[in-house]
Structures are given as C-alpha cells and as structure tokens.
C-alpha cells in the first residue's frame, strides 16, 4: 500500500492472482494490465467494493492452491466469497471488467488468444451468477492502468502508450509469471520443459 498523492488515497496495489475487497473509504485499489482481466465488484447499498486480477481463465491443471487466484475460475469466487464475509449481498453486486488487451502485438496464437479468452471468460462468468456488467473496458492493443474507488464503484483509467518504459515492466512480469508457472507445473511433473 502507499499514499498516492494526486487521489489523496492510501492505494492497495494487485498484481496478478490477488484481490481485495473493503468499506474503507480511505482506500483506492489500483492495477496495470495487460492480457489480465480485473473484475470489479460493487455493493451500492452496504457500500462494500472489490477487484481482482487474473492471468489466465482455468486452471486445466488443478492447481487450487495459494496460487489459485492467478486463475478466473478461483479469483472471481475468492473475490466474492470475501465481499460476502464483510456483509456484501450476491444480488445487489453490479461488475465492471477490464484488461484483456493484446499488448505484444504477437500474432502467435497462444498470446493473442490469452486476452480474449480472459475477455470471454470474464462475461460468461458474471452472466452465469447473474451479476449485471455495468461497464467495460477491454481489448484493444496498449496495456491499461486502473484505480478503484470501492466506496463509490467509480474506476480511473488510464491506456498507458507503447514504446514506454511501463511496457517493458508489464512485459516482463507477464513473462516472470508465465515462467514461474511453467517451473510449479515442472515440480508437479505435470509438463516437462525442454
């Protein structure tokens, strides 16, 4: 967390497989993306706000461990499970979705696909709970930085442009993380690397 001194906020930072839920009206929940997607999730009446940030949308491998929110499928539930624990009610939560870009311009199936497949998974998801997608941003070609404010459900967002310094830094933590994976997957004896 630090002190983000334009918004006069305490600003909690996620990075991929993590979420944060709260009433506090102190605080703003802030994240870059690239093929990631955050969810957030919004309560008007109890004024409870939270968002997540995932990489990838199923786990194939059964990885329901302390790295399970990396995963869709796990970090909207982990997400929601938290909201509901503070006093949030499943029926009046409203969703707003983000990320999901193709920031590499790679035509490489595999990285194009990640992107739009958190995008599909994303909307599918909060269909099936009947939680109601209130705006969007996603898609597109430039990574994104976002704040949200969960006492009011209003997202800043910003694109951040190509050739800077903060693609590079997106770049390599989405490749840090897909290597870290692949070296559990390894450990598991799942996939063997070569």
């Keep these: 967390m630090y002190f983000d001194s334009h918004f ?79 006093g949030a009610k499943k029926q009046h939560l409203t969703a707003k979705v ?19 497949e958190n995008i599909a998974f994303a909307f599918d998801y909060l269909e099936r709970e009947s939680i109601p997608v209130k705006s969007s941003n996603v898609g597109g070609n430039l990574p994104r930085k976002i704040f949200f404010d969960p006492k009011t459900s209003r997202v800043w967002l910003k694109f951040i442009q190509k050739r800077l310094a903060a693609e590079a830094m997106l770049k390599k933590r989405e490749e840090e993380y897909r290597s870290r994976m692949k070296k559990e997957e390894q450990k598991a004896g799942d996939i063997v690397w070569f």
């Excluded at 059964?62 to 509901?84: C, K, P, S, T, W």
């Excluded at 983000?98 to 739009?116: C, H, K, L, P, Y």
């Design 8 to 86: 006069k906020k305490n600003v909690v930072t996620l990075y991929p497989g993590e979420f944060f839920a709260t009433a506090d009206d102190s605080q703003y929940i802030s994240t870059v993306l690239g093929s990631c997607i955050a969810i957030t999730l919004f309560d008007a009446r109890t004024k409870i706000g939270g968002m997540n940030h995932f990489m990838l949308a199923r786990d194939n491998r059964g990885h329901a461990d302390a790295q399970a929110g990396r995963f869709g499928e796990y970090a909207i539930e982990l997400l929601l499970n938290d909201m509901l624990k503070r």
């Design 98 to 116: 983000f990320g999901g870009g193709n920031i590499f311009d790679s035509t490489e199936d595999a990285v194009v696909q990640v992107g739009s």
